[in-house]
């Protein structure tokens, strides 16, 4: 991860940064809508890359699905909202 010196000299990494943007530029309301959102996605009548790009769209909102921990569980989340063939 890239970092830059913040104020006060502070180093901040790339997430670091994104995490105070959405809190500061997103109300609280309008991300949990879109943490929903992520957690009830599921393809439906979408192509699987409309799905993909919709899913990448909206773990943005969701800080846990963002860290490398969570890779495994992001996995199975996107998996499991696939519709059957």
């Known amino acids: 991860a890239r970092q830059r010196l913040g104020a006060g000299g502070v180093v901040i990494t790339w997430e670091m940064f994104k995490r105070e943007f959405w809190v500061k530029y997103f109300q609280a ?3 949990n809508r879109k943490v929903v ?21 909206l773990s943005a909102f969701s800080p ?4 490398p921990e969570a890779e495994y569980d992001k996995c199975v989340k996107f998996e499991s909202g696939l519709r059957p063939e």
């Open 29 to 31: 309301d309008v991300r």
């Open 37 to 57: 959102e992520f957690l009830e996605l599921k393809q439906g009548n979408m192509t699987v890359a409309e799905y993909a790009a919709k899913f990448e769209s």
């Open 64 to 67: 846990y699905y963002n860290t």
